[in-house]
C-alpha cells in the first residue's frame, strides 16, 4: 500500500503506545483481525493462525497437512520457492538442486506452463494433461509405498516465471491431491491480497467452485512489517490440536501487527487498491501486446500486479 502509508504507521504508533505483549495474552485486535481476514475467504477457511513470516507460515502448512493426513511426501511444482527454512528449502526446487538435491520425500510436477511447458496453448487438452501428470506421481508414489500429505503450490508462480495456471487445473489436481488423502495448500504470500487485480486472493483465477484446505499469506499482509498467517479448515486444525502440542508464537498475532494488518485492509478497501491493480495492469498489458506485434523476438507477456507498490512487476519473455 506504499511506503510508509500514513495510515499504516499511524495504526503501528498508536498501538505501540497503548500495548504490545506476546500472543500468550489475549488482545480483541487478533479477534478483529481473524473476522477481517475471514470476510475475504471462502467459508471454509475459518481458522486462523498467525505469524512472523511467510517461511514460517508455509513450515506450519507443512506441519498440519502432515498431523491432518498422517502422510509424509509432498508435491510441488518444478523451479517453485517457498521458503528460506530448511523445512521449505527441501520442497523449493529453486533452492534444493543446487543445494542437496531431492529427498525421497519430495515429487515435481511440471509448471502448468501452456507457453514454454510440457502442454502448450495448442494442445487439445492442457488442464487435464498437467493435472494428470500429477495423479501419475502420485500413483507412483503408492507404488513405492509412499504416502502423499499436500500439494503445495502458489497459486501463481511467481519465482518460475509468472505463470497463470489455465483455469480447472487446481481442481483437477485437488480432486486427485484429496482421493490420495492429501490436502491442497495454496501459497499468497507474494500474490494475495489483491495484487492479481480480478481477485482478493489468486486462487480465485481457477474459479469460485474451488478452495484450497490451508492458504498461507506473508508479505503485502503487513505492508513490509513483519506478519504472516495460515488460514486452514476446522478438521484440519482441530486434527492439528489433538496432539496435546500446543501452538505457540511469541509474536505472531501481537496488537500491534494485528494493528497494522487491519489498517493494511483499511488502505486497500478506502483506496480501492485492487480496481486500481486491475486498471492498471490491464493498461500496460495493452500497451506492451502492441509491443509484441510491432517486435517478433517478443514471446510471452504477463504480469504480477503489486498494489502495495501503486504499479506492477512486468515480465517479457523472449521467443
Same mark, same amino acid.
Given at each position: 500500500?506504499?511506503?510508509?502509508?500514513?495510515?499504516?504507521?499511524?495504526?503501528?504508533?498508536?498501538?505501540?503506545?497503548?500495548?504490545?505483549?506476546? @500472543?500468550?495474552?489475549?488482545?480483541?485486535?487478533?479477534?478483529?483481525?481473524? %473476522?477481517?481476514?475471514?470476510?475475504?475467504?471462502?467459508?471454509?477457511?475459518?481458522?486462523?493462525? !498467525?505469524?512472523?513470516?511467510? @517461511? %514460517?507460515?508455509?513450515?506450519?502448512?507443512?506441519?498440519?497437512?502432515?498431523?491432518?493426513?498422517?502422510?509424509?511426501?509432498?508435491?510441488?511444482?518444478?523451479?517453485?520457492?517457498?521458503?528460506?527454512?530448511?523445512?521449505?528449502?527441501?520442497? @523449493?526446487? =529453486?533452492?534444493?538442486?543446487?543445494?542437496?538435491?531431492?529427498?525421497?520425500?519430495?515429487?515435481?510436477?511440471?509448471?502448468?506452463?501452456?507457453?514454454?511447458?510440457? =502442454?502448450?496453448?495448442? /494442445? %487439445?487438452?492442457?488442464?487435464?494433461?498437467?493435472?494428470?501428470?500429477?495423479?501419475?506421481?502420485?500413483?507412483?508414489?503408492?507404488?513405492?509405498?509412499?504416502?502423499?500429505?499436500?500439494?503445495?503450490?502458489? @497459486?501463481?508462480?511467481?519465482?518460475?516465471?509468472?505463470?497463470?495456471?489455465?483455469?480447472?487445473?487446481?481442481?483437477?489436481?485437488?480432486?486427485?491431491?484429496?482421493?490420495?488423502?492429501?490436502?491442497?495448500?495454496?501459497?499468497?504470500?507474494?500474490? #494475495? !491480497?489483491?495484487?492479481?487485480?480480478?481477485?482478493?486472493?489468486?486462487?480465485?483465477?481457477? #474459479?469460485?467452485?474451488?478452495?484450497?484446505?490451508?492458504?498461507?499469506?506473508?508479505?503485502?499482509?503487513?505492508?513490509?512489517?513483519?506478519?504472516?498467517?495460515?488460514?486452514?479448515?476446522?478438521?484440519?486444525?482441530?486434527?492439528?490440536?489433538?496432539?496435546?502440542?500446543?501452538?505457540?508464537?511469541?509474536?505472531?498475532?501481537?496488537?500491534?501487527?494485528?494493528?497494522?494488518?487491519?489498517?493494511?485492509?483499511?488502505?486497500?478497501?478506502?483506496?480501492?487498491?485492487?480496481? /486500481?491493480?486491475? %486498471?492498471?495492469?490491464?493498461?500496460?498489458?495493452?500497451?506492451?501486446?502492441?509491443?509484441?506485434?510491432?517486435?517478433?523476438?517478443?514471446?510471452?507477456?504477463?504480469?504480477?500486479?503489486?498494489? =502495495?507498490?501503486?504499479?506492477?512487476?512486468?515480465?517479457?519473455?523472449?521467443?
Amino acid at each position: 500500500v506504499g511506503h510508509c502509508h500514513p495510515d499504516v504507521v499511524k495504526a503501528a504508533h498508536q498501538q505501540n503506545q497503548l500495548l504490545n505483549t506476546n @500472543s500468550r495474552y489475549l488482545h480483541d485486535n487478533l479477534v478483529d483481525y481473524a %473476522e477481517r481476514l475471514a470476510k475475504t475467504l471462502p467459508e471454509k477457511l475459518c481458522i486462523f493462525y !498467525f505469524l512472523n513470516s511467510g @517461511s %514460517e507460515a508455509n513450515d506450519l502448512a507443512l506441519r498440519l497437512a502432515r498431523q491432518y493426513t498422517k502422510h509424509e511426501d509432498v508435491i510441488v511444482l518444478d523451479h517453485a520457492y517457498h521458503g528460506h527454512l530448511t523445512s521449505l528449502i527441501d520442497i @523449493s526446487p =529453486y533452492k534444493f538442486r543446487n543445494l542437496d538435491g531431492q529427498k525421497e520425500w519430495v515429487h515435481v510436477a511440471p509448471v502448468p506452463d501452456t507457453y514454454r511447458g510440457l =502442454y502448450r496453448e495448442d /494442445h %487439445e487438452d492442457s488442464v487435464t494433461a498437467y493435472a494428470d501428470e500429477v495423479k501419475n506421481i502420485i500413483e507412483q508414489a503408492h507404488e513405492r509405498g509412499r504416502k502423499i500429505a499436500a500439494f503445495f503450490a502458489e @497459486s501463481l508462480p511467481s519465482v518460475g516465471g509468472q505463470i497463470i495456471p489455465p483455469a480447472g487445473y487446481f481442481q483437477k489436481v485437488a480432486k486427485h491431491v484429496r482421493k490420495a488423502g492429501g490436502v491442497f495448500i495454496a501459497d499468497e504470500i507474494q500474490v #494475495g !491480497f489483491g495484487r492479481v487485480g480480478k481477485h482478493f486472493w489468486a486462487f480465485q483465477l481457477q #474459479g469460485g467452485d474451488f478452495v484450497p484446505d490451508i492458504v498461507t499469506m506473508g508479505k503485502p499482509i503487513g505492508n513490509g512489517h513483519p506478519l504472516a498467517c495460515v488460514a486452514t479448515t476446522k478438521e484440519i486444525a482441530e486434527a492439528f490440536a489433538a496432539t496435546g502440542v500446543e501452538y505457540f508464537n511469541t509474536f505472531g498475532g501481537n496488537p500491534v501487527s494485528c494493528a497494522v494488518g487491519l489498517a493494511v485492509l483499511d488502505v486497500i478497501e478506502k483506496e480501492d487498491l485492487q480496481a /486500481h491493480a486491475t %486498471e492498471v495492469g490491464n493498461f500496460l498489458m495493452k500497451l506492451l501486446k502492441e509491443q509484441k506485434i510491432k517486435h517478433p523476438i517478443i514471446g510471452d507477456v504477463r504480469y504480477q500486479c503489486l498494489i =502495495y507498490l501503486h504499479c506492477q512487476l512486468l515480465f517479457v519473455w523472449f521467443s
